[in-house]
């Protein structure tokens, strides 16, 4: 049962334009959502974050957006540079919702981004 | 600050042996998690220690261990190898556990381990 859904193996976009990689979640309790960035042999490097209290964050290019009712989020990258060119992986976990479950991070499959020249 | 330090880097063994994969933490940090990344399955959650306790446990057979020390270093032990236990295994500290932000993981650069 995946938990975490990347329906989108991969994305192919223009240097300069918006990148959008797609999430949905199945499970109610999560409540923490992480975006990494992973490039081949090494392990992820940590991006962006949101806590479920908001529904948007940004960090400089990077913005991710949270939609509760619909169980999705998604990660914006504007202006897309070959260097994002990367598999990213969408992960939630459960940290506010008791210890039962902390510092258990449920990941996606991974969308492999593709920015070209 | 020095990042998440994973050793070794690489690692060749045969079935049936066992073997010992090390994690340091970023300092500070006193959560420590393994995860296990193939093609097949992704990234899979193994377990996550803090203050020396097992914390959490994913769906992996016993032959999964690992053990934290007092300095937030920790070892995860395989025994008993299988050709399916080839795989890339990640290790993740953060601050502490239970809140946002503070539960950020951050990721070692992971063990690349080939069974023959």
């Known amino acids: 049962d995946q938990q975490v859904k990347q329906n989108s193996p991969s994305l192919s976009v223009q240097e300069g334009r918006i990148s959008i990689l797609n999430c949905d979640y199945t499970?109610?309790?999560?409540?923490?959502f992480l975006w990494y960035k992973k490039y081949p042999a090494e392990g992820p490097t940590f991006l962006i974050s949101?806590?479920?209290?908001?529904d948007k964050n940004e960090d400089g290019r990077f913005t991710v957006f949270l939609n509760k009712s619909a169980k999705h989020l998604s990660l914006h990258i504007v202006p897309s540079q070959p260097g994002d060119s990367a598999v990213y992986f969408c992960?939630?976990?459960?940290?506010?919702?008791?210890?039962?479950?902390?510092?258990?991070?449920?990941f996606g499959q991974g969308t492999t981004l593709q920015v070209k020249p | 600050k020095a990042g998440v330090t994973q050793t070794p880097r690489y690692l060749i063994k045969t079935r049936g042996q066992q073997v010992t994969l090390s994690c340091s933490p970023i300092?500070?940090?006193?959560?420590v998690s393994w995860y296990q990344q193939t093609p097949g399955q992704g990234l899979q959650f193994l377990f996550e220690?803090?203050?020396?306790?097992?914390?959490n446990k994913g769906n992996f057979p016993g032959r999964f261990s690992g053990r934290q020390f007092s300095n937030s270093r920790s070892e995860m032990n395989v025994s008993t190898l299988e050709l399916g236990d080839s795989a890339l295994y990640l290790c993740?500290?953060?601050?502490?556990?239970?809140?946002?932000?503070?539960?950020?993981?951050?990721f070692g650069p992971g063990t690349r381990l080939t069974v023959l």
């Open positions: 993740a500290s953060s601050f502490t556990a239970g809140g946002p932000f503070t539960d950020t993981q951050y």
């Open positions: 499970n109610s309790m999560f409540d923490y």
């Open positions: 949101i806590s479920s209290i908001k």
């Open positions: 992960a939630a976990s459960e940290s506010l919702h008791g210890s039962s479950n902390t510092g258990k991070l449920i």
């Open positions: 300092s500070g940090h006193r959560s």
């Open positions: 220690y803090f203050s020396e306790t097992q914390r």
